[in-house]
């Protein structure tokens, strides 16, 4: 893909999160949640493309992952206020995951890099939920099965830059750790430190990660 086009996509999407931004600090609810879609649908969009580009049913089904995460990014904008539609938001990035993992494990053979890059993220997520003292209700279990997927998912895509170093595999290397980055910040934001830096960090870092996996297959180009 040429630079300029690049270049083109990043500050456009970074002048959208910076906005989206301010909305969240001034809590303009809907404004916010449309812009928050939109954003995952530029991602999303990204990938659908370079998917077609590449005419390659593997990465159509990573592109269909992060087509999930639209419906689960409007869901999980209800993670006070609505446990029903933040269960479904929860349901969503786990299909998400299925999805890259699935894509990535069809090209990628299993090694034993993710194995120790997976335990050290478990631990480091368990020692943030036991020092912060997080108090999950009803949607522990589901989240239990979620955090199985995440940290799998992005265990699998920090260990693609280890075996097979290229751009489009640092991209998706960057978008898994950016992922289980964000995910923290928002268990810390919503279940120890109710602070808008939390949640600003955890949306900055989520949507850089999403446009990372979705790079992935737009530098393959």
């Known amino acids: 893909m040429p630079y300029y086009i690049t270049v083109g996509i990043i500050t456009a999407f970074t002048a959208l999160l910076i906005y989206y931004c301010v909305l969240e ?58 446990l029903k539609r933040y269960r ?23 090694t034993f890099y993710e194995v120790v890059i997976w335990v050290l993220l478990l631990v480091k997520l368990l020692v943030f939920q036991i020092n912060g003292k997080w108090k999950m209700g009803q949607e522990k279990l589901q989240l239990t099965v979620y955090t199985v997927l995440v940290t799998l998912m992005a265990a699998k895509a920090i260990s693609l830059y280890l075996v097979a170093p290229s751009t489009f595999t640092l991209m998706a290397s960057l978008g898994g750790l950016l992922f289980f980055l964000s995910d923290l910040f928002l268990g810390i934001w919503c279940y120890q430190r109710e602070k808008f830096i939390c949640l600003a960090l955890n949306r900055i870092i989520y949507f850089a990660g999403q446009l990372c996996l979705a790079f992935y297959l737009i530098t393959m180009i």
């Open 25 to 82: 600090k001034k809590e303009k609810f809907w404004p916010a949640t449309w812009l928050k879609v939109v954003l995952s649908a530029f991602a999303a969009g990204c990938a659908v493309y370079a998917a077609v580009i590449l005419h390659n049913y593997i990465f159509y089904i990573f592109a269909f992952g992060l087509i999930f995460a639209v419906p689960a990014d409007y869901f999980l904008q209800y993670i006070k206020t609505d």
């Open 88 to 110: 479904f938001g929860i349901f969503f990035f786990g299909a998400m995951h299925i999805c890259l993992l699935v894509s990535f494990y069809l090209v990628y053979p299993f």
